[in-house]
């Protein structure tokens, strides 16, 4: 059997850190949700922080066929130019899979393909600060259009899409603390509800 745990949270709220931390402990397949941005030709202006920016019917297809312990194969994204490469990378099935973004618990589908739903939360100056320094030291960004897209896109979409889904998540983490203390509470979360199962 194949548990899916969902993890979402507001942008740079330490969600793919802890995801990643607890998938590695545990050995869980980690699928990132913006593997699933579609292709964006102008992506000036374009808003990436609603669910339709993601092509989520698809990632559905592959939980579904993971879950039935088929192999999926997963779409390489290439942020540079704002398009999926042709090539794919194939997932094979494992008892835990870890999806971990910003929307994961926003589309109903996706939502209700999960097992278990954690929320990372974080206070919006801490996230923002975070940002500025993920996109301007990785990314290659400048601070202005950084706090241009947080004002017109990412904060409203925040309030609209991704604040709401708290009321679906049964696991709540501070994105504030060390990230090996939420991972603890993370792993020991996912082990009791296994052990429901048995």
Known sequence: ?????????????????????????IDAVLIH???YYKDIPHPKGYNFDEPAAL??????????QLKSGQPADLP????????????????EPRPIIIIEGILVMSDPELRNLGDICAFVDAPADIRLTRRIRRDVVERGRD????LEQYI???????????????????????????????????????????????
């Open 55 to 64: 092509d989520n019917q698809l990632l559905a297809t592959h939980i579904r």
């Open 76 to 91: 390489v994204y290439h942020f540079p130019t704002h398009a999926r490469l042709s090539q794919t990378e194939r997932i």
């Open 152 to 198: 017109k896109t990412v904060r409203p979409m925040h309030n609209i899409h991704i604040e709401p889904c708290k009321e679906y998540a049964s696991i709540f983490l501070d994105g504030t603390i060390p990230i090996a203390q939420s991972a603890d509470i993370l792993e020991s979360s996912i082990h009791d509800y296994l052990k429901q199962l048995e």
């Open 33 to 35: 949700h913006d593997r």
């Open 143 to 146: 601070v202005e259009s950084v």
């Open 1 to 25: 059997m194949t548990t899916i745990l969902l993890i979402a949270g507001g942008t740079a709220s330490g969600k793919t850190t802890i995801a990643r931390a607890v998938a590695n402990r």
